[in-house]
């Protein structure tokens, strides 16, 4: 089982930027397949963002696009969250998960993957 490295989060005020952290435990960081969801109180997780790295592909939710940006460190087996312009309905425990074996149709989806962080908080206040 893959550990998942994730790092993180906190709060901001509106217009706030913030930067997530995700690295997976072991070798073979390009292999993998790594992807941010999140879950608000009482609503279900939803899908963030994701990177193929072994193509460098990157994916990204509508409400995240323009404002998101997924980027990798090679050097240091690190995969990066930058969050722009957030706002309050960015408030989320954000969680990093990944897999090796992540098919194109469920880039998007939990069941895409196997190994999950333990999640960090981000607020964002108005």
């Known amino acids: 089982q893959v550990q998942v490295e994730e790092s993180g989060g906190g709060t901001v005020q509106a217009g706030g930027s913030l930067r997530l952290s995700c690295a997976p435990s072991?070798?073979?960081?390009?292999?993998?397949?790594i992807a941010w969801f999140r879950q608000a109180p009482g609503k279900e997780r939803e899908f963030v963002g994701a990177i193929r790295l072994m193509y460098g592909h990157t994916y990204y939710a509508d409400a995240v696009k323009g404002r998101f940006t997924i980027s990798k460190d090679n050097a240091q087996n690190t995969v990066y969250l930058q969050m722009n312009s957030l706002t309050p309905e960015d408030t989320a425990v954000y969680f990093c998960a990944m897999d090796t074996a992540t098919i194109l149709s469920s880039i998007r989806s939990p069941s895409g993957y196997k190994s999950w962080g333990q999640g960090t908080q981000v607020t964002v206040s108005s």
């Open positions: 072991g070798r073979n960081f390009k292999r993998f397949n």
